[in-house]
């Protein structure tokens, strides 16, 4: 019952978003008809694009689902980005040192992004736990530092061969991507990741509703005292939460780094960190809603690029779009007050 | 007079999903009455009083002042008819300061400046007629309970309420604190104002009450005069069945030592010592009763027991092993079970299920889990169990959320989870505070059977009453310190009393 509510609540705030979308496209002076045809078949026309719907969907699921993993044990994980990033840099690391078999070559890159993003949100989980230190506050911090440890690492070991600001590119064998999918989807850059995000999506939807470690997560996000009462160990509740939220950013950032681009670029945070926020928002902090936004949002940064091409409409659009639905998702409590309102009136009529 | 009450409530029926709170119950305020409104927890009192004060709408009936039918849509338009509530739970911003609570929402100003010293007098006059004894700049922070009860009732008058509605005010109050409450709503009477009163304690009712409206499962009993009806007869109403106030227990000879405090010395939240060299002995199949005011070293015992708090000095011995430096979750598991006084707080997870709630303590076992998956039909089975063997009245029995249970409700899960555990020792604490009589007699003879089983049970509680019926022996603790214990059968209030003071002399046994 409580899914399908959220469910319809996040079907609501889509479609009030791409409703406010067309009013700016008519501002735009544009048809929203074409506008949006353009925008979905953009994502969705032909078996390539639909591969980088899915490719650009993938590190979406992983920071949306760290996000949304924290939130549920009662964290706020703010540094989905800076874990992303580290996760990514561990694994261009490894991928560039060894020259293994890709099939052991990848799954190292895989468990090394997520060590990398575990370490990185593991610190301000025993900053909360031992000090008590708010981890919105480290976990912001905490992005810096993965930001100035990339800027200063890329260049000194792993500079590229033409550009300062890059990193060599990863060989084939170092890659996610691999020729049957690739060629399944008519060279899209859709690779291995989308398997290692669903599958993430099982784990986590299981460790959520039916492991007694789920069970202890949630039970201390929701109230400290009862569960320190009950014997369960708060301090390490919260380490380990934010330490598995870290490791979802991480593996968002291999599947990135090493799938979709194949270097790391320095300077740039990844927005992917930030749209975490959104996706777990929309997605209500259940995984099988994130999953549900990650595509959704992926579909919208696809098409994008092809309603721009195609009509006069400024890409952007399509990022005020997703902010809309933002708005609307977390104000989704409003709508649902309107919602009971209305039904009791119709009810009251009976 | 041109009306015979002040407030009619006509066959008010309220439904909520599952359950009808209220059904066609009717309450008539005579101007100048002290009514009260009694009922057991989940019998519907809050609903009533609720839509009275325009939280809730009726689905059915009226609702007449003064002879004249009025609809009260929300709060402020009940606080526009006079009516005024005093929560259960205060509604106070607690850095801000009496006045600026009181004032809260209706500030008078001058030019933009906010007229604090003309309110801040206006306050002070109110107080003085009244007798409340409320001074107007303190923070809300620095004064006590019952001084936060008193600006909830001053921020009535100052909005000129005629109806007060006091929803259990004596819940949180000390025998004090009641004491002067009682005067206070007596002052209110006599300058006309009308109070209902909701509670279920029933020596409150018969000490100060007029008349009395008795519901039950939401339906409507009676009205009585209060000075032609016994606290029996009051009760039997209430609950349905005869009610005995005195909880039958044979003599039973203790066992072996179960819990042995050797000369204990706790800390408290400020970092001084709040109980001082304890030492006490709890034998199978007795009840011993820590009797004290409080604030004067419960907290500090009961939390270094069950391992919140590390001993400061001196050890805790159970069934012979020395438990002074085992985690919480180690005394759980051999065998400490504790009901603890804040239900909201270290009692419950009221986010979670009923069910989730009833295995917080076991959920790691077998058969709940193994290799960390949770085994969701041996789950459902324990909870379905405790749920029927302990009574425990939900929407949706053991999936509803726990936050939806009347307060009774929550505790007699509590009650259950910790008693169908089926361990050695027993800790109670305040274990039926907020309850009403029926299911407090029900929570005492449960204490009672633990004993009979051979259980030894710790009960810790502010009400003086409750500890000379249950216990078999009475630990005076007084200031953190053991005052004396005496046999509960050869002692009186007087003198457990005295020993809660902290005098020691007349001590037996």
Known sequence: MKINKDLILAIVAVILGLMAGSLLMLVAKSSPVDGYLYLFQGGLMNIERIGNTLATATPLILTGLSVAFAFRTGLFNIGAAGQMLIGGLCATAIGLTYAWPKPMLVPMMVGAAALGGGLWAAVPGWLKARFNVHEVVSTIM?????????????????????????????????????????????????????????????????????????????????????????????????IISMTIAGMLAGLAGVTFYAGYASNIQIGILPSQGFDGIAVSLLGANSPWGVLGAAVFFGLLHTGKGFMNAMTSIPPEIADTIIATIIYFSATSILMQRLWDKLRKKIGGAK | ?????????????????????????????????????????????????????????????????????VSVANPNAANDLGIGMVHQHFKLVHNFTVTE????????????????????????????????????????????????????????????????????????????EI?????????????????????????????????????????????????????????????????????????????????????????????????????????????????????????????????????????????????????????????????????????????????????????????????????????????????????????????????????????????????????????????????????????HEQLVEQRNKGKAVLLISLELDEILDVSDRIAAINNGELVGIVQANQTNENEVGLMMAGVKEGVSA
């Open chain 1, 142 to 238: 905490m992005n810096w530092i993965a930001y100035w440890t990339v800027y200063y690492t890329v260049p000194a070991y792993f500079k590229g061969s033409f550009m300062e600001t890059e990193s060599q590119r990863l060989s084939q064998y170092a890659s996610l991507k691999v020729q049957w999918l690739t060629d399944l989807f008519n060279d899209s850059y859709i690779n291995l990741g989308i398997f290692i995000a669903i599958i993430i999506v099982i784990l986590i939807a299981f460790v959520l509703t039916r492991t007694t470690l789920g069970y202890e997560l949630k039970a201390v996000g929701f109230n400290r005292h009862a569960s320190e009462a009950a014997g369960i160990d708060v301090n390490r509740s919260i």
């Open chain 2, 1 to 69: 007079m041109e009306y015979e009450y002040v407030v009619e409530m006509l066959k008010i029926r309220k439904e909520f999903p599952g359950i009808v709170a209220c059904d066609d119950i009717t309450l008539q305020l005579q101007k100048g009455e002290i009514h009260a409104l009694l009922g057991e927890n989940g019998a519907g009192k809050s609903t009533l009083m609720s839509i009275l004060f325009g939280l809730y709408q009726p689905d059915n009936g009226t609702i007449r002042m003064k002879g004249k039918e």
């Open chain 2, 101 to 176: 609570n009181i004032i809260l929402g209706i500030e008078t100003t001058k030019g933009l400046v906010i007229d604090i010293r003309s309110s801040a007098e206006r306050i002070r006059e109110l107080s003085k007629k009244y007798g409340l004894k409320v001074d107007p700049s303190a923070k809300i922070a620095d004064i006590s309970v019952g001084m936060q009860q008193r600006v909830e009732i001053l921020k009535m008058l100052y909005r000129n309420a005629d109806i007060l509605i006091f929803d259990e005010p004596t819940a949180v109050l000390t025998p004090q």
């Open chain 2, 179 to 443: 004491q002067e409450l009682m005067n206070i709503m007596k002052n209110l009477v006599a300058e006309g104002k009308s109070i209902i009163l909701i509670t279920h304690k029933l020596k409150e009712i018969k000490a100060i009450a007029d008349r009395c409206t008795v519901i039950r499962r939401g339906k409507y009993i009676d009205s009585v005069y209060v000075k032609e009806t016994s606290e029996e007869k009051l009760a039997e109403m209430m609950v349905g069945r005869n009610v005995s106030f005195t909880t039958e227990k044979e003599d039973k000879e203790p066992g072996e030592v179960v819990l042995r405090l050797e000369n204990l010395s706790v800390r408290n939240t400020q970092g001084v010592l709040g109980l001082k060299d304890f030492s006490l002995e709890l034998r199978r199949g007795e009840i011993v009763g820590v009797a004290g005011v409080d604030g004067n070293g419960q907290e500090e015992l009961v939390q270094s027991i069950i391992g919140l708090k590390r001993a400061q000095a001196g050890k805790i011995i159970f069934n012979g092993a020395d438990i002074t430096n085992h985690s919480i979750r180690q005394r759980i598991g051999k065998g400490v079970a504790h009901i603890p006084a804040d239900r909201h707080k270290h009692g419950l997870i009221l986010d979670y299920t009923v069910r989730e709630n009833l295995i917080l303590m076991v959920y790691h076992q077998e058969p709940f889990s193994q290799r960390g998956i949770l085994n969701k039909e041996q789950i459902h089975q324990y909870a379905e169990q405790i749920v029927e063997q302990f009574d425990v009245r939900a929407g949706q029995g053991a999936a509803s959320s726990t936050r939806s249970l009347s307060g009774g409700n929550q505790q007699k899960a509590i009650v259950g989870r910790e008693i169908f555990r089926d361990v050695d020792l027993l800790i109670a604490v305040q274990p039926t505070r907020g309850l009403d009589v029926g299911a407090i007699e029900y929570i």
